[in-house]
């Protein structure tokens, strides 16, 4: 996670979210685990906190946490989580939240992160032994895909955007001591397609990156004997 604290992220936050609510469902289709009761949930990076209240409409779970860098995107999520289970917090040290959750999750969030080896350590020191860490990543190809994307992300982001390739991620948790399994996220259905996202991106591309370039982690850490 950043150094730095930040006040905003995008102004785009709120569309971010309602776009994403199908790719939760989605994520939380794929998920193994087939009830989530009496776990503990860790949501990192966890933006204006609607994952972990879409998780839990569907797999209730004992208690949940979101962790994120952005005061305002934090604030929204304390504001719209009503008597759920649920606390956001804004930190760049997460990892004070030692052994507490079963489970975690990042979105879409790996990307921003520089130094995956020590992010392996920190998911380390925050799960419980035998804890799971689901991550959704998308690995773009080299040349003006690339580019492309990396000059959108940048363009919002105060963090850059780091191409990391599915094999860089599987190694530096397996450094950690995690067991690593993958498949891809394929898309469950139409791909939606408007103006504003013809202008920037082919069809082609869209397709492309639905079915065959979104990819999910299930990273669970070594049991202590």
Known sequence: MSNSIFKTWSEDDQDMEVRHQRHWQHLIDLIEEPILNGLTVLDFGCNQGGFLRALYARKPFLAGVGVDIVE?????????????????????????????????????????????????????????????????????????????????????????????TLSQIAQAFINSGFSVGVQLFRADGFISIDREQLGTKEVIDKVRHASVQKHIFRMRSPIKV
């Open 72 to 164: 305002q995107s934090v604030a929204v999520g304390e504001s719209r989580k009503g008597n759920l289970p649920l606390s956001y917090e804004v930190t760049t040290t997460p990892e004070h939240h030692t052994n507490k959750f079963d489970v975690a999750f990042s979105n879409a969030v790996i990307y921003l992160i520089e130094d995956l080896n020590n992010h392996a350590k920190i998911i380390k020191t925050m799960l419980k032994p035998g804890g799971v860490y689901y991550v959704t990543h998308s690995e773009y190809q080299l040349g003006d895909e690339l580019e492309s994307m990396q000059a959108r992300i940048n363009a919002y982001s105060p963090m850059p955007m780091h191409n990391h």
